[in-house]
């Protein structure tokens, strides 16, 4: 790409479009955490088979799905994608009422949900490469686990309200798809609006002869160790989110005997925070630390370490000011963890392989979620206290401070990747 390309004012819209496509995926995803309940006992099922059929599913089928769709992203563009994608969680949400009705059922529309949640996920980083110039990369790709949140948050108010209306969990499912249908219909106008600039296939000649962009990606250091960074930002966050919250609310000597209104205000809090950090992401890598990747990742997984692992200790959860202090600067410092490392692939690689390492990335980030709960649960569960979970977060903590050293420009790259482009 030349330096005189033309990044039309339309990006914004494709900017909300995004925000909205992920709201759908999260919405989808939390939307039966309030009904597991009235699920179990519709079904005749137990608590763990629902939790199983309705979660668990969703996670491991929306990472896979993550993975496999950076091929599909790369290869038919986001929008063609995402079209398939939010018709997926559309209609498997509507069928909810008329399949879902046994766990198999269930099991096989959450399945075929999260299927199509997954590519959305991993799509971020091409979004960003095709349409926004390099100084806006880093905050778009920040602003997805923003909209994540707040997905999350509408799914969490969507549900409950659907339920008291319908009084039936079923049809619940199905209202909720009303978030994915307004995306929707941003795709469809993004598909018929202007178009984001052009770029070609880069081939590198190498002495082997001519390579594809992906496979020489491949072959890149630093393009392992960013991938490295992303699923253990994925580790941390889901155990700082599974562990915390219990560590603060359960009576001593497991925990802290705070109690759950006191670990609810505590935590909400912190997630104000993350989703402050996720959007100042970009900017602070831009403007403060000259665009380099690397030293704000190696700080934000330092920062992270320090404060987490300094509430293991009696001086800092005698006082709960202090407490709060050190989970809010654990949470600012983890909003950076997953963005700027997803920005570094946006900035420093050709868009035509954006999508593929993008969806890597995300995948792995999902299954190192996946990994940090179970293990932080059998860590718990074998020592009845908190104290090795939390350590277990802090030496995932500084791994990827390791790993963020590597986060160094592949050189290959960097004449095809130079481009700031014009704003029009």
């Known amino acids: 790409m030349g330096k005189d390309v033309v990044y039309p004012k339309f990006r914004w819209f494709v900017f909300i479009a995004l925000c909205l496509a992920t709201a759908t995926n999260a919405v989808t995803l939390i939307a039966p955490a309030t009904l597991i309940g009235p699920i179990a006992k519709a079904l005749g ?15 491991l089928f929306g990472a896979i799905a993550c993975i496999a769709g950076g091929w599909f992203l790369d290869r038919f563009g986001v929008t063609r994608v995402w079209v398939v994608c939010l018709l997926l969680m559309i209609i498997s949400s509507l069928l909810m009422p008329v399949f879902g009705t046994t766990i198999m059922g269930l099991a096989v529309l959450r399945s075929i949900q999260s299927i199509g949640g997954g590519p959305i996920m991993g799509s971020t980083v091409r979004l960003a490469a095709e349409w926004f110039p390099k100084s806006e990369r880093g905050f778009v790709t920040g602003i997805q686990g923003v909209a994540m949140g707040l997905g999350i948050i509408i799914g969490l108010m969507l549900a409950p309200g659907f339920m008291q209306l319908t009084g039936e969990w079923a049809m619940t499912m199905a209202c909720v798809s009303i978030v994915g249908i307004i995306a929707l219909i941003f795709t469809f106008i993004i598909a018929v609006g202007p178009k984001a600039p052009k770029v070609e296939e880069i081939r590198v000649q190498t002495a082997a002869g001519n390579e594809s962009a992906f496979k020489l990606a491949l072959k890149q250091p630093a393009t392992w160790l960013v991938i490295a960074c992303v699923a253990l930002a994925g580790w941390i966050f889901q155990g700082f989110n599974d562990i915390v919250p219990s560590y603060i609310a359960i009576d001593p000597p497991v925990g802290l005997g705070m109690g759950p209104m006191v670990s609810g205000s505590m935590m909400s809090a912190v997630q104000v925070v993350f989703m402050l950090g996720a959007i100042l992401s970009g900017f602070i890598v831009e403007k403060l630390f000259k665009g380099s990747s690397k030293t704000v990742s190696v700080i934000a997984f330092i920062g992270f370490a320090v404060f987490i692992f300094a509430i293991k200790f009696d001086a800092v959860t005698a006082s709960s000011s202090t407490l709060l202090g050190c989970l809010l600067l654990a949470g600012f410092f983890n909003s950076f963890l997953t963005p700027v490392p997803m920005a570094f692939i946006a900035k420093n690689y050709p868009e035509s392989v954006t999508g593929k390492l993008g969806g890597v990335a995300q995948g792995l980030g999902m299954f190192g979620g996946t990994v940090g709960v179970s293990l932080g649960a059998t860590a718990l569960h074998m020592t009845n206290m908190y104290q090795l979970p939390i350590t277990i977060i802090v030496v995932v903590a500084v791994v ?25």
């Open 45 to 59: 099922v137990s608590l763990g088979e629902t939790v199983g059929a309705t979660m668990g599913t969703y996670n």
């Open 400 to 424: 990827g401070c390791l790993c963020a050293f590597g986060q160094n420009m592949p050189k290959v790259f960097a004449k095809n990747t130079n481009s700031t482009g014009i704003k029009c």
